[in-house]
């Protein structure tokens, strides 16, 4: 265990995952996959013929996980969040229900199981611990300049009247301040974005760095969420070979995938 026993590596039959305790203590369990696992396909996460339907059984086998059904965004770098209100909610798929232009679903059904897939983007979970709301979110880098973390928070406060000093966030590892490298276009993307983005971004040349960790901890501590209540993996996944990376490996890139559903309420 790492990260005052906050997060866990997990190992079952040669796959490697990440878990938030923290979460699985308050009744959200979490996997994050790693590059023992491939979610990548040609054509989206619901076809036919891709070996992420046996990820999936693996996980749930090996984890007894409860989930009567899963649902996953069809990512396309939005700040778009679905609310998962019924088992029908979404379009079918062989083994998941999908929604087009998403990239954060939120929940506060029992036994569902919310998916987001990544490479170097950032794996942002949310636990409204009263309520038993969860969010599970895709924040790119262009995510993370619409605040998408903080827009779930918004629709759980909106819908399930969710206080924010209740939730309860999982950071995953994405890349990081010293490898999430843009030019200036890209920089006065997150200047517009955020009033206080020196405090996050350093200058090297031409270019600049950026925390996307960082930034997205500070976005939802605005809101209200503490600081305790957020664990933040500092792992990276450009220069960590146990990660897929879209920078490390180009056309060649993996992805992982978030999983989250909530345990049996005692």
Not at 125 to 137: E, G
Not at 201 to 218: C, H, N, P, T, W
Request: aromatic share 10%; with cysteine.
């Amino acid at each position: 265990m790492t990260g005052k026993n906050r997060y866990s590596w997990v190992e079952k039959d040669g796959m490697k995952f990440l878990t938030f305790n923290h979460l699985a203590e308050a009744g959200l369990f979490t996997l994050f996959t790693t590059s023992t696992m491939n979610f990548k396909d040609d054509k989206s996460l619901c076809e036919n013929k891709t070996p992420n339907k046996e990820y999936l059984k693996f996980m749930v086998k090996e984890f007894e996980l409860k989930a009567d059904e899963f649902f996953v965004g069809k990512q396309e770098h939005t700040n778009h969040i679905e609310v998962v209100s019924d088992l029908n909610a979404g379009k079918t798929g062989e083994f998941a229900r999908t929604f087009a232009d998403t990239d954060g679903l939120v929940t506060d059904l029992e036994r569902v199981c919310l998916l987001t897939r990544f490479a170097d983007c950032t794996p942002v979970v949310l636990f409204d611990v009263k309520n038993r709301v969860q969010a599970n979110v895709h924040s790119g880098w262009r995510g993370t300049t619409k605040h998408i973390a903080v827009e779930a928070l918004k629709v759980m406060k909106e819908k399930y009247n969710t206080n924010p000093v209740n939730v309860l966030v999982g950071i995953g590892p994405t890349i990081t301040n010293n490898e999430f490298e843009v030019d200036e276009d890209c920089a006065n993307i997150f200047r517009e974005s955020f009033d206080n983005i020196d405090e996050f971004m350093r200058s090297e040349g031409a270019k600049y760095m950026i925390d996307l960790q960082e930034l997205i901890e500070f976005d939802l501590m605005k809101e209200g969420v503490r600081k305790e209540s957020i664990e933040t993996i500092k792992l990276s996944t450009r220069y960590d070979e146990r990660f897929h990376s879209y920078r490390r490996q180009g056309k060649e890139y993996g992805l992982m995938c978030m999983l989250s559903v909530k345990l049996a309420n005692k």
